[in-house]
């Protein structure tokens, strides 16, 4: 299939074009480029791109000839949402119902729409699965739930959008990023020896391999039409909803000499869930979720170690997208609008 991969230069953009290239599919990426500093590791070899980088400017013209699109970029964190709400609905909202209306309206069937777990947001003690009622705690989480009303609007015959509610991600990238639970905590467990908890730990949170997200886009590419038109899936696997503080437990297990440790005035966190799985493992052909949280940690403490990542380089703004959006900002690169000053 030819794919346009929109956040192809993001955490998991990058590892996606390796996966989605190496079974076959012609890949085409579509990224502005906020993260172009922030390597981990080197990149694998470039991609053809699309000459539009922004996707709130995509018209259909750009995407004539392509089969799907996977659409990951979007201002992609709970932080990154209250740097400006409006910016969050602009981007991940309106961008991304653009970039839909010009996918369908150049004969695309597919569009496989990263939505994600946080527009359950504080759920009750029970496994919540796609019929859950939504109760998202921040714009990240509306803006998700909008997205996926407004494609379902879209749904026909013609055009089949599916909506990946993936879990918290972890795992190692060549873009790297820090600000997501597992990899902070054993970024802070290999270079400072402290787990370091922000909240009081008692929160729980569905957690998934980003390697298990790229296998679910993989598999819905492959699928047949019927079993992803306008559906939702829970992306992660059964058995991997954790409360923070086994997650630190854990990572104190795993990375030699270090502790749990509490922030100073660490508090409790109100987006609280724990989702099933059970339907993109049942109902999406081809999907096996292979990871498991410790198997994770073992990776991110192997590759920390390897690189001999410094406190210094991890928790500076590299790793960290809103201080890199920041920084951007701040300097004067891009505009409020995360638009690039010429
Ligand atoms: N990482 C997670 O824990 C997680 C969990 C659930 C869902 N998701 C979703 O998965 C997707 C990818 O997440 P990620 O962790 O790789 O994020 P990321 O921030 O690392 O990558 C996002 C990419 O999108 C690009 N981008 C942002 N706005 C753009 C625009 N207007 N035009 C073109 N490119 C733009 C950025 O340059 C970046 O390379 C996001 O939609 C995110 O909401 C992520």
């Given at each position: 299939?030819k794919v346009?991969?929109?956040g192809?230069l993001?955490y ?9 290239r190496?079974i076959?599919h012609e890949?085409v990426?579509l990224d ?6 922030c390597d ?9 791109a ?7 400017d995509?018209?259909?013209?750009d995407l004539?000839?392509f089969d799907?699109v996977v659409?990951?970029a ?9 740097l ?5 609905y602009d981007i991940n909202?309106?961008g991304?119902?653009?970039l839909?209306r ?9 569009f496989?729409f ?6 359950y947001?504080?759920?009750?003690d ?6 859950a009622?939504?109760n ?8 998700k739930?909008r997205v996926?009303q407004?494609?379902s609007e879209l749904?026909d ?8 509610r993936?879990?918290t991600?972890y795992?190692?990238s060549?873009?790297?990023?820090a600000?997501i639970v597992?990899n902070n905590?054993v970024?802070h467990a290999?270079t400072?020896?402290?787990?370091l908890?922000?909240?009081d730990?008692t929160?729980?949170?569905?957690l998934?391999?980003i390697?298990?997200?790229i ?12 079993s ?12 991997e909803?954790y409360r923070?503080?086994?997650i630190a437990?854990m990572v104190?297990?795993i990375?030699?000499?270090s502790e749990v440790?509490?922030?100073e005035?660490a508090?409790?966190d109100i987006?609280d869930?724990?989702v ?7 109902q999406?052909?081809g ?8 198997a ?10 390897e690189?001999g990542?410094t406190?210094e380089?991890?928790l ?6 809103l ?9 004067g690169?891009?505009d409020r609008?995360?638009?690039w000053?010429?």
């Amino acid at each position: 299939m030819k794919v346009l991969l929109t956040g192809h230069l993001g955490y998991i953009g990058v590892e996606a074009v390796s996966v989605l290239r190496q079974i076959g599919h012609e890949v085409v990426g579509l990224d502005a480029g906020f993260y172009n500093e922030c390597d981990f590791a080197a990149l694998p070899d470039e991609i053809p791109a699309l000459e539009v980088r922004d996707f709130r400017d995509v018209t259909s013209d750009d995407l004539a000839g392509f089969d799907a699109v996977v659409h990951l970029a979007a201002l992609s964190n709970d932080p990154l949402g209250d740097l400006n709400p409006s910016l969050t609905y602009d981007i991940n909202l309106e961008g991304s119902l653009r970039l839909a209306r010009a996918a369908k309206m150049a004969g695309i069937s597919r569009f496989l729409f990263s939505s994600s777990c946080s527009l359950y947001g504080a759920g009750s003690d029970e496994l919540l699965d796609e019929n859950a009622a939504f109760n998202p705690v921040t714009p990240y989480g509306e803006s998700k739930i909008r997205v996926e009303q407004a494609l379902s609007e879209l749904a026909d015959e013609t055009f089949s959008p599916t909506y990946f509610r993936n879990a918290t991600a972890y795992g190692l990238s060549r873009r790297l990023r820090a600000d997501i639970v597992v990899n902070n905590l054993v970024g802070h467990a290999v270079t400072t020896g402290k787990v370091l908890l922000k909240s009081d730990g008692t929160p729980w949170r569905p957690l998934v391999h980003i390697r298990d997200i790229i296998a679910a886009l993989a598999a819905a590419l492959a699928a047949p039409r019927q079993s992803i038109h306008d559906q939702a899936f829970n992306i992660g696997k059964s058995g991997e909803n954790y409360r923070i503080r086994d997650i630190a437990n854990m990572v104190a297990e795993i990375v030699p000499g270090s502790e749990v440790a509490f922030a100073e005035g660490a508090s409790p966190d109100i987006r609280d869930y724990r989702v099933d799985f059970t339907k993109a493992e049942s109902q999406l052909p081809g999907f096996a979720p292979a990871w498991t949280l410790r198997a994770g940690i073992e990776e991110l403490y192997t590759a920390y170690k390897e690189t001999g990542l410094t406190a210094e380089e991890f928790l500076g703004p590299r790793y960290y997208r809103l201080k890199t959006v920041q920084g951007l900002i701040d300097r004067g690169a891009l505009d409020r609008q995360l638009r690039w000053v010429a």
